[in-house]
């Protein structure tokens, strides 16, 4: 393959980034072409801007959101393997790697992993519990105005009094665990990445 993506990866960080995150070397490659046509700068980094252009992104009410997830606190770039390291929490859990050793670190598509991207999503202030205000925020950018404020204010204060546990009028992240357990979460956050 004598693509320029596969030419400027090199095949050690090719099979790191495949330990890392689980995807196959066709996957990877793949993916490094999508990311390089996204760099607009051509700098190996993607800002919020380019993932801006994404049309999907562009139009999905919790966009920016999900934009946020794939910059860590305070940087305003994502090299190429920060951003599979993202995507990996989007690949589909297959069958062979359900009973994995139990010693070897939780892979980037664990139930787990796939909760806590969840979570983070809507943990806004990242103080590890979902607040009411938290809620009715992400709530309004799903619904934008299609429902009044007490309605979501309803859905907010039913949503936190049905998942809260400990009485502190927040959801932490075991609580939210919990609520999703019966939710077939491997499926509802899995895309369909091309071998």
């Keep these: 393959m004598g693509s320029r993506a596969s030419t400027l990866l ?4 090719i099979e790191e980034i495949k330990k890392e995150t689980g995807f196959s070397h066709s996957q990877i490659t793949r993916l490094y072409s999508r990311f390089t046509s996204l760099d607009k700068g051509e700098n190996g980094t993607l800002s919020r801007e ?12 919790l966009g920016d959101r999900i934009i946020n997830a794939f910059f860590p606190e305070g940087e305003d770039q994502v090299n190429f393997r920060g951003f599979m390291r993202t995507l990996a929490h989007f690949r589909p859990i297959e069958d062979n790697e359900k009973n994995k050793d139990s010693n070897a670190t939780e892979p980037l598509n664990s139930r787990n992993n796939k909760l806590l991207f969840a979570f983070r999503l809507y943990d806004l202030d990242r103080d590890n519990k979902i607040s009411r205000d938290e809620l009715l925020q992400v709530l309004r950018m799903m619904v934008g105005v299609n ?3 007490e309605q979501l204010g309803s859905i907010a204060d039913r949503t936190i009094q049905e998942a809260d546990q400990d ?8 609580e939210f665990i919990k609520v999703l357990e019966k939710v077939d979460v491997e499926q509802k956050m899995s895309i369909r990445f091309l071998h």
Excluded at 10 to 13: D, G, K
Excluded at 50 to 61: C, G, S, V, Y
């Design 10 to 13: 090199r095949e050690e960080e």
């Design 50 to 61: 380019d993932f801006q252009r994404i049309p999907e992104l562009a139009i999905n009410p």
């Design 147 to 149: 429902i009044s404020d």
């Design 167 to 174: 009485g502190d009028n927040s959801i932490s992240f075991s």
